[in-house]
């Protein structure tokens, strides 16, 4: 058996050859399947081997070369399918763009844009002012007595605190208001303007109140303005919100810059949830003293002025039960509002 080849060896490299790449591929077939190959010159060398070892020789080879072939045409096709999908996941400049994935306006500004669209329906412009306000703009001129607990109803962020002269504080503005006064101190009535905008409360935050929230101010200033156009307003833009099927009520109140003041319920049913009554603004007809602070004659202007609050607004139409769920951001919160 001294001429024999060593089999076992040239089945092991056929084996553990890498074929990793169309080159490594070709010389694979090169090595052992063409017709210089390996296995073509050691089938040649049959006729020279001992008579007896000739048959299971010829077996042999045959196997390998079917090893051999196997492996080419295993390692072909892989190699096919990889260029295949390699080709298909490259950029073809020809075609179209694949969607990019666009956002949506948050649940707050869908309301807030609603609400402004009705009010311009209804004349009203749009006004703004800033979240740091004075002492002045933010209560004095709203009729908030000097110390007076009136100005507690709101918890504050003071940014600036004068424990001597509060005059000279300055806060994070605690509602809309203070903007109807640079607006009526800027420019001359008639006034019908809506004023959408930031405020600031210190209160613990929980389910029901965060520490900044959306009030979206009105105030309508003219000649003969009377209680019976508030409430035509107000009912007219919560018929636009809420639905013609619209329950209300609307009931006395108390704020330092209106008189008399009033509140408005709607009647609100949502799912399996039984329906009660939610509180949606505030509102009243300004106060002499507000129309003097800024200089306007109140025997000859009248005016109503209302707040409401965007969040709460928010939170009824799409069944929000926890405020926190607008500020946080999570993705799987807001895409649920297209
Ligand atoms: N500023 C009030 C608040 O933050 C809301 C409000 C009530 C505004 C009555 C008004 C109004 O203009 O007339 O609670």
């Known amino acids: 058996m001294a001429n024999t080849p060593d089999i076992e060896k040239v089945k092991k490299d056929i084996t553990s050859y890498p074929l990793d790449s169309d080159q490594a591929i070709e010389s694979f077939r090169l090595t052992y399947l063409s017709r210089k190959g390996i296995i073509t010159e050691l089938l040649a060398g049959i006729g020279k081997a001992a008579p007896e070892d000739r048959a299971w020789l010829g077996k042999e080879l045959n196997a390998l070369k079917k090893l051999a072939a ?29 969607p990019l994935p666009t956002g949506s306006a948050h649940p707050l500004s869908q309301t807030l844009a609603e609400i402004k669209n009705i009010f311009y329906r209804l004349g009203f412009t749009i006004a703004d002012g800033p979240e740091l306000e004075d002492d002045f703009h933010n209560f004095t001129a ?16 003071f940014i600036r605190k004068d424990e001597q002269d509060s005059s000279h504080n300055l806060v994070l503005r605690t509602h809309t208001s ?3 006064i640079r607006l009526m101190m800027n420019q001359k009535p008639p006034f019908r303007a809506i004023m959408p905008g930031r405020v600031y409360r210190n209160e613990s935050i929980t389910a029901k109140s965060y520490c900044l929230f959306h009030q979206v101010e009105g105030l309508y200033v003219d000649i003969n303005v009377s209680l019976a156009d508030l409430k035509h307003t107000l009912i007219t833009f919560a018929g636009h919100l809420f639905g013609k099927e619209l329950k209300y009520r609307i009931r006395p109140s108390f704020f330092p810059f209106t008189e008399p003041s009033l ?31 800024v200089d306007i004659d109140p025997e000859i202007w009248t005016g109503f002025a209302f ?21 946080d951001n999570d993705i799987r919160f807001l895409t649920q509002f297209p």
């Open 70 to 98: 196997s492996r080419f045409e295993e390692a072909k096709a892989a190699q096919a399918s990889d260029t295949a999908s390699r080709v298909a996941a490259t950029d073809d400049s020809t075609l179209p763009p694949p």
């Open 142 to 157: 709203l009729n908030f007595p000097p110390e007076h607990p009136a100005r507690d109803m709101q918890d504050t962020f």
């Open 178 to 180: 203070p903007v109807q």
């Open 263 to 293: 509140e408005m319920d709607i009647w609100w049913e949502t799912g399996n949830r039984p329906g009660q009554w939610m509180e949606i603004l505030g509102a009243g007809m300004v106060h002499p003293n507000v129309l003097k602070a």
């Open 307 to 327: 707040g409401m609050g965007v969040e709460r607004i928010t939170m009824s139409r799409y069944e929000i039960d926890d405020i926190r769920l607008l500020y």
